[in-house]
């Protein structure tokens, strides 16, 4: 059995919390609730034959990520950082979240979910930026947590990439 | 060689300049060398490596021979220490930490010792405010003092032990109590990393003071933190300290052993399976008994002994009065002519109760002389009635009819047996009652002998050799004649005999052939039999039937023959 820690990491309202809850109870709410602190949950799977546990540490979103607490992210073996599709900032705060994480507890495997896919008429984001982060080799994924598209793929993907980097 | 004036010969001074001078010639040459040598190796920087290749030796020698050595070292190590502290204390602690605990442990155990032995004799004697509140409790509660500090500080269960990495406080093994339901132990792992964390951070406090101790209700969580790991324990009731020093035991040992896997630790819990054991030897379970004072002790022993004692005594009595009651029973069921239909013990005494055949023994007797019980403490009714048990038919029979003491009566082979002799008249006694009693009796009168019958048979006997000769042509005797009087007696002999024995008796008058052949003179018979009838007739109580047979003319003999008929 391998268990391993996954950090969600992005600007407040991006969909972290849907996700997890997706992810994990195959459910979505509309009704948004502010995560205080941090909310834990676990995911089993198997990947390559392994059991693997994920444990789900879904930080509560701020712009300002000075404030995330460095044990949050201590031991983590995943992070992955969500954006919102609709709102362009959110891009920004999850590089600059990328780059304190890497500074904290140094490179450890991650995704970019650009999320809310389901309204993607509303969509601000940048082609040109998103390119050059895939160039740079980021992960980047679209996800729905509203509609469940791409999630489960996302969470598998990071697992691989824990178990067998 | 010159004397010295002022000097004795063989004086210490003499001696010396003497062994100056001598040196001087011998070894002149060289002595200049010497000295030119010892500069050049004092004004030598020694060399390093050199050093440090005799270093190791040196110190061994050095420390054989005495502590100058370590004196000299310990400075600077304090001092090495002290810098290497400052950089950065987990290094050290690091390296130390599974040799301090036990050290520390140790030295505190036993003033510690003394504390909660301090404290347990507070809560016992004295106001508290935790004494208060469960006194307070017992009133409220209606139960005793002691029964609340029973549910409130005898009882504590370890129910899980986690152990969890300290990195993403993730979970690296879990046991758990036996009937104990786990909820998810990863999540709870994580939300103590977080717990931990908060209040590591929240308060600044150091290392030492972290998190050890949360109480939920009466649910408490003990923690105890190593360099790469921490062990939870999930504690119903009060925790003894003692718990907290086995976790830190084997939270150290797990450090110890896993050093590597702590260090290079990735997620895979693997090898961290091999810990379970002890994390199991964590699951204590334990009733503490809180000390009792010593009175109290003293009470309660001497109260055992009471107990004991009383209960030894009641056990004897229970064991007699048993063994008194099979007794009872046994005696009172064997005994003939008695029926039990009623046994039990009340109030402290016995009520028996059943049939009771008038002839059948005393029941109280029997009580008391087959069980030992005193008819004061017996009670309950006999009814009477007649039993059928051959022996108190038997009983019964002979309290009725009391055998002669030429008779016997007994019970053989299911049938009454009657031996020896007796009147007539008791053995139609005893016949009736016999039956009466019994209802149905089968009689045996084989060996018994009728006295009355066997006189009338005697009598009879007598009567049938009495033949009377008359004289030729005679038709009567003499009233005088000597053979009438035992004939006649006879004959009375016979009648009283036979009415005794209630036998039918027939007297036939025949005549007899003489034994000289003189044939009787045709026509007297009848004559000479009347005349002989009326005699008889005379003295005859009429038991008997006298018949004179017609038929017999022959003779002038006329005998007497005598039929008995015993009664049925
Ligand atoms: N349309 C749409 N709404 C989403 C999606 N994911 C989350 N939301 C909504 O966005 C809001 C914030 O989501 P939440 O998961 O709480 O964001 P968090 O603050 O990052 O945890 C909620 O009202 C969600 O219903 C999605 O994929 N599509
Ligand atoms: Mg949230």
């Known amino acids: 059995m391998i268990r391993k820690k996954v950090c969600m990491l992005g600007a407040f309202a991006v969909g972290k919390t849907s996700l997890v809850a997706r992810f994990v109870d195959r459910m979505y709410s509309d009704r948004y609730e502010t995560t205080v602190g941090v909310r834990i949950r676990k995911k089993s799977l198997e990947v390559a034959g392994r059991e693997l546990s994920m444990v789900l540490w879904d930080i509560h979103g701020e712009d300002d990520f000075q404030s995330i607490k460095s044990s949050y992210l201590r031991g983590a073996g995943g992070v992955l950082l969500v954006a919102d599709g609709t709102r362009a900032g959110t891009l920004d705060t999850a590089l600059g979240l990328r780059q304190f994480a890497q500074d904290l507890i140094g490179e450890i495997p991650f995704l970019l979910l650009l999320n809310k896919t389901d309204l993607v008429a509303q969509w601000e984001l940048d082609k040109g930026s998103l390119a050059k982060l895939e160039e740079a080799g980021w992960r980047v994924r679209r996800t729905s947590a509203k509609e469940g598209e791409g999630v489960e793929e996302a969470f598998v993907e990071l697992a691989a990439l824990m178990v067998e980097p | ?568």
């Open chain 2, 1 to 568: 060689m010159s004397m010295e004036p002022d000097s004795e010969p063989g004086s210490p001074e003499l001696a010396a300049r003497e062994l100056d001078r001598l040196k001087e010639l011998l070894i002149g040459p060289e002595k200049a060398e010497i000295s030119e040598l010892r500069q050049v190796v004092e004004g030598q920087e020694i060399e390093p490596r050199a050093v440090g290749a005799v270093l190791p030796d040196a110190i061994l020698l050095r420390q054989g021979e005495d502590d100058r050595l370590a004196d000299a070292l310990a400075p600077t190590i304090e001092a090495a220490i002290q810098t290497s502290v400052q950089r950065d204390p987990s290094t050290l602690a690091n390296a130390i930490f599974p040799l301090m605990g036990p050290a520390i442990r140790k030295s505190i155990s036993q003033s510690l010792a003394a504390m909660v032995e301090g404290l347990n004799r507070t809560v016992e004697y004295s106001f508290t405010p935790r004494g208060l509140s469960w006194r307070l409790e017992a009133l409220r509660t209606g139960r005793s003092f002691g029964e609340i500090v029973l549910l409130k500080s005898l009882v504590f269960r370890v129910e899980e032990v986690f152990l969890i990495h300290r990195e993403g406080a993730i979970l690296l093994e879990h046991v758990v109590a036996p009937t104990v339901v786990s909820r998810d132990p990863e999540m709870i792992a994580s939300m103590l990393g977080v717990l931990h964390d908060y209040i590591h951070e929240s308060f600044t406090v150091g290392e030492e003071q972290a998190l050890e101790h949360v109480e939920f209700g009466d649910l408490v969580l003990e923690v105890v933190r190593g360099p790469k790991a921490i062990l939870v324990a999930t504690v119903r009731g009060t925790a003894p300290r003692s718990l907290r020093e086995r976790m830190l035991e084997t939270l150290e040992e797990i450090h110890a052993e896993k050093s590597r896997d702590l260090a290079n630790f990735e997620g895979d819990t693997m090898p961290f399976v091999t810990t379970r054991p002890l994390l199991f030897d964590c699951l204590e379970e334990e009733r503490r008994e809180t000390k009792p004072n010593p009175m109290g002790k003293l009470i309660l022993a001497s109260a055992c002994v009471v107990a004991m004692v009383l209960l030894v005594i009641y056990a004897f009595n229970v064991v007699n009065r048993r063994d008194r009651w099979r007794k009872a029973i046994a005696a009172l069921e064997s005994e003939p002519g008695l029926v039990l239909t009623t046994a039990r013990e009340e109030d402290g005494g016995y009520v028996f109760a059943g049939l009771r055949d008038p002839l059948a023994r005393d029941p109280l007797d029997l009580l008391q002389a087959e069980a030992g019980i005193d008819p004061a403490n017996v009670s309950g009714e006999w009814e009477p009635y007649h039993a059928l048990t051959p022996e108190m038919v038997l009983s019964r029979i002979q309290g009725l009819v009391p055998a002669p003491s030429t008779a016997e009566v007994s019970w053989a082979d299911g049938r009454l047996t009657l031996s020896g002799r007796a009147r007539h008249a008791w053995i139609v006694a005893l016949r009736t009652v016999a039956l009466a009693v019994s209802g149905e009796l089968e009689l045996d009168e084989s060996a018994l002998v009728d006295i009355d019958l066997e006189q009338a048979q005697a009598a009879a006997a007598r009567l049938e050799t009495q033949a009377l000769r008359f004289p030729p042509g005679e038709g009567r005797l003499a009233a005088d004649d000597p053979r009438l009087r035992p004939l006649l007696d006879a004959f009375r002999d016979l009648e009283r005999a036979a009415r005794q024995a209630e036998a039918r008796v027939r007297v036939d008058l025949v005549a007899v052939q003489t034994e000289d052949g003189t044939a009787s003179v045709p026509g007297l018979f009848l004559p000479r039999a009347e005349f002989l009838r009326s005699l008889l007739d005379q003295v005859s109580s009429g038991w008997a039937r006298l018949v004179v047979s017609e038929e017999s003319r022959v003779g002038d003999e006329v005998a007497l023959r005598v039929r008995l008929d015993p009664a049925e």
